[in-house]
Protein backbone atom coordinates (compact mmCIF):
# COMPACT_ATOMS: atom_id res chain seq x y z
CA UNK A 1 0.00 0.00 0.00
CA UNK A 2 2.21 2.95 -1.19
CA UNK A 3 0.84 6.53 -0.36
CA UNK A 4 -0.15 5.24 2.95
CA UNK A 5 0.98 6.98 5.46
CA UNK A 6 1.46 5.49 9.05
CA UNK A 7 1.46 6.48 12.26
CA UNK A 8 5.26 6.95 12.63
CA UNK A 9 5.29 8.75 9.05
CA UNK A 10 2.88 11.83 10.88
CA UNK A 11 4.20 11.74 14.51
CA UNK A 12 7.31 14.18 15.28
CA UNK A 13 10.11 13.62 17.48
CA UNK A 14 10.18 15.40 20.63
CA UNK A 15 12.93 18.00 19.54
CA UNK A 16 10.70 18.67 16.94
CA UNK A 17 7.89 19.49 18.58
CA UNK A 18 9.73 21.34 20.63
CA UNK A 19 10.67 23.66 17.72
CA UNK A 20 6.83 23.38 16.60
CA UNK A 21 5.75 24.53 19.70
CA UNK A 22 8.10 27.60 19.67
CA UNK A 23 6.99 28.27 16.14
CA UNK A 24 3.00 28.36 16.92
CA UNK A 25 3.55 30.21 19.94
CA UNK A 26 5.53 32.89 17.85
CA UNK A 27 3.02 32.90 15.53
CA UNK A 28 -0.28 33.15 17.95
CA UNK A 29 0.82 34.20 21.53
CA UNK A 30 -1.94 34.63 24.03
CA UNK A 31 -3.71 37.41 24.84
CA UNK A 32 -4.31 38.44 28.48
CA UNK A 33 -6.20 41.45 27.39
CA UNK A 34 -8.62 39.05 25.42
CA UNK A 35 -8.15 36.37 27.34
CA UNK A 36 -6.97 33.93 24.64
CA UNK A 37 -5.27 31.11 24.57
CA UNK A 38 -1.76 31.13 22.41
CA UNK A 39 -1.23 28.36 19.63
CA UNK A 40 1.07 26.88 22.32
CA UNK A 41 -1.96 26.58 24.51
CA UNK A 42 -1.35 22.20 25.34
CA UNK A 43 -5.04 21.37 24.26
CA UNK A 44 -4.50 23.55 20.75
CA UNK A 45 -0.75 22.41 20.49
CA UNK A 46 -2.45 18.75 20.88
CA UNK A 47 -4.43 19.36 18.07
CA UNK A 48 -1.83 20.71 16.20
CA UNK A 49 0.50 18.27 16.37
CA UNK A 50 -2.05 15.27 16.24
CA UNK A 51 -3.65 17.03 12.66
CA UNK A 52 -0.47 16.90 10.36
CA UNK A 53 -1.35 14.02 8.21
CA UNK A 54 -0.57 15.18 4.74
CA UNK A 55 1.74 18.35 5.97
CA UNK A 56 4.31 16.24 8.33
CA UNK A 57 6.93 15.81 5.68
CA UNK A 58 6.60 19.37 5.07
CA UNK A 59 6.53 20.38 8.57
CA UNK A 60 9.11 18.06 9.62
CA UNK A 61 11.55 19.90 6.61
CA UNK A 62 10.83 23.02 7.60
CA UNK A 63 11.38 22.34 11.47
CA UNK A 64 14.96 20.84 10.26
CA UNK A 65 15.53 24.08 7.93
CA UNK A 66 14.82 26.55 11.12
CA UNK A 67 16.72 25.05 13.81
CA UNK A 68 19.54 24.78 11.11
CA UNK A 69 19.12 28.63 10.68
CA UNK A 70 19.48 28.96 14.83
CA UNK A 71 22.49 27.19 14.22
CA UNK A 72 21.40 24.17 16.36
CA UNK A 73 17.91 24.18 18.21
CA UNK A 74 15.97 27.19 17.58
CA UNK A 75 13.76 26.19 21.16
CA UNK A 76 17.28 26.84 23.14
CA UNK A 77 17.63 30.37 21.49
CA UNK A 78 17.14 33.94 23.59
CA UNK A 79 13.65 35.18 22.03
CA UNK A 80 15.24 38.13 20.03
CA UNK A 81 17.27 35.00 18.15
CA UNK A 82 14.26 32.93 17.90
CA UNK A 83 12.02 36.15 15.95
CA UNK A 84 15.08 37.53 13.64
CA UNK A 85 15.64 33.17 12.71
CA UNK A 86 11.99 32.83 12.39
CA UNK A 87 11.67 36.03 9.97
CA UNK A 88 15.41 34.82 7.73
CA UNK A 89 12.93 31.67 7.55
CA UNK A 90 9.99 33.21 6.31
CA UNK A 91 11.82 35.65 3.76
CA UNK A 92 13.97 32.15 2.70
CA UNK A 93 11.42 29.72 1.94
CA UNK A 94 8.02 31.35 2.46
CA UNK A 95 6.21 28.27 0.90
CA UNK A 96 7.03 25.87 4.43
CA UNK A 97 6.49 28.53 6.19
CA UNK A 98 2.88 29.22 5.05
CA UNK A 99 2.55 25.48 5.66
CA UNK A 100 3.15 25.85 9.45
CA UNK A 101 1.45 28.78 8.91
CA UNK A 102 -1.58 27.07 7.25
CA UNK A 103 -1.57 23.43 9.56
CA UNK A 104 -1.38 26.20 13.04
CA UNK A 105 -4.36 28.98 12.20
CA UNK A 106 -6.55 25.48 10.75
CA UNK A 107 -6.28 23.72 14.64
CA UNK A 108 -6.20 27.66 16.27
CA UNK A 109 -9.37 28.31 15.00
CA UNK A 110 -11.41 25.55 15.68
CA UNK A 111 -10.77 25.90 19.45
CA UNK A 112 -13.55 26.37 21.42
CA UNK A 113 -12.13 29.52 23.23
CA UNK A 114 -11.10 31.19 20.15
CA UNK A 115 -14.31 30.90 18.54
CA UNK A 116 -15.84 32.48 21.50
CA UNK A 117 -13.74 35.22 22.23
CA UNK A 118 -14.53 36.04 18.37
CA UNK A 119 -17.93 36.07 19.02
CA UNK A 120 -18.72 32.65 16.93
CA UNK A 121 -20.40 29.87 17.85
CA UNK A 122 -18.34 26.90 18.94
CA UNK A 123 -19.93 24.16 16.72
CA UNK A 124 -19.46 23.21 12.89
CA UNK A 125 -20.94 25.22 10.07
CA UNK A 126 -23.10 22.71 8.48
CA UNK A 127 -26.12 22.47 8.78
CA UNK A 128 -26.98 25.56 10.96
CA UNK A 129 -24.43 27.65 8.85
CA UNK A 130 -23.31 31.39 9.83
CA UNK A 131 -25.34 34.56 8.54
CA UNK A 132 -23.63 35.88 5.89
CA UNK A 133 -23.81 40.16 6.02
CA UNK A 134 -24.64 41.14 2.46
CA UNK A 135 -22.21 43.46 0.57
CA UNK A 136 -22.73 46.23 -2.16
CA UNK A 137 -23.10 43.86 -5.24
CA UNK A 138 -22.89 46.87 -7.74
CA UNK A 139 -19.24 46.63 -6.62
CA UNK A 140 -19.27 44.30 -9.46
CA UNK A 141 -20.70 46.03 -12.24
CA UNK A 142 -16.72 46.67 -13.91
CA UNK A 143 -16.80 43.26 -13.85
CA UNK A 144 -19.76 42.44 -15.26
CA UNK A 145 -19.18 45.25 -17.84
CA UNK A 146 -15.78 44.10 -18.65
CA UNK A 147 -16.84 41.01 -20.44
CA UNK A 148 -15.90 37.29 -20.37
CA UNK A 149 -11.94 37.19 -20.19
CA UNK A 150 -11.84 33.18 -20.77
CA UNK A 151 -12.20 31.21 -23.22
CA UNK A 152 -15.15 29.05 -23.49
CA UNK A 153 -14.35 25.03 -22.74
CA UNK A 154 -17.04 23.51 -24.69
Known sequence: MSGTKTKADTELSA????????????????SSRHG??????PAIFADI?????????CVREALALADGLAG??????DPAAQM?????????YP?????IESVVARCYYRD???????????????PEGYAVEQGDWSLLDPVRARGR??????
Do not use: C, N, W
Open 15 to 30: AELDTLRLIAGHMIPA
Open 72 to 77: GRLAQA
Open 95 to 99: ALAGT
Open 49 to 57: SGSLDRDAS
Open 149 to 154: IYRDGG
Open 112 to 126: KRVLESIGMEPRAPF
Open 84 to 92: RTLARFKAA
Open 36 to 41: IPGADD
